[in-house]
């Protein structure tokens, strides 16, 4: 199966590293015109060594996010694919219960589910006009069940990030525009999993990895082909759906 994105534009999200870079360098390769954004400025870096324009915003901000749709479809004339990593732990992995802030539990709920829902939001018109278009959303497998993070607020926004893919999803559908999540069992893709995995004994180690079918933690790439997958023409058929990328964790 030859997936092709020749002609279309892409926008990722949290392209600053890790699984949005992969993704980033997958859509580039099958041929999208590919536009990276994330609030970490690192990004204009990853832009340059791409070879790909790059835009430092703020996505939970609703005009910045739309601001930034605006301005890549007067520049390219359409926009295909949302293809959205933007969110994480926000550097809060292990926060215990007695230690949740409203501070910090905003800017999780902020960066992993505002951010998806202004960038389809602003992205829908576009898409709707043209009759085609693909958003993915990289969820989590604490989208799914409790998480190894610990992290109450993370597996909250990652639950509300799965049920606003269901729903975009319903009103989406009989314009062309497919809406589907990916979620990605313990990727070790950014400072924040690389530092929960470093601080886990050998044991723990051992027991996670004994719990996935495959025998080995996942990649940045794993997770990208399976959303290139979703935002390709042949998954036509396929939306409202959470797509576990896990080793068969599930």
Known sequence: MDIRF??????????????????AAAFHGAGARVH?????????????????????????????????????????????VLALAAGGVAGLAGTPLEAISDEG??????????S???LAQAAAPAMTQAGWGRIVVVSSGAGLR???TGLH??????????????QLSVGLAAAGVTVNAV??????SNPDSQRQ???WSAEKKAQVLAGLNTGRLGTAEDIAHAVVFLASVQASWITGQVISVDGGRS
């Open 36 to 80: 990276l954004v994330d609030r970490d400025t690192r990004v204009v870096e990853i832009g340059d060594e791409l070879g790909l324009p790059a835009h430092a915003v703020d996505l939970s901000d609703r005009e910045a996010a739309h601001g930034l749709v605006r301005s890549i479809v007067a520049a390219e004339g359409r926009l295909d």
């Open 146 to 148: 409790a998480s190894l």
């Open 153 to 166: 607020g993370y597996t909250a926004a990652k639950h509300a990030v799965n049920g606003l893919v269901k």
């Open 6 to 23: 020749d002609g279309r534009v892409a926008l990722i999200s949290g392209a600053a590293q890790g699984i949005g870079k992969a993704m």
């Open 105 to 114: 539990w905003d800017r999780l709920m902020a960066a992993n589910v505002k």
């Open 197 to 199: 995995w470093d601080g």
């Open 183 to 188: 979620a990605p069992g313990f990727i070790l």
């Open 116 to 118: 998806a829902l202004w």
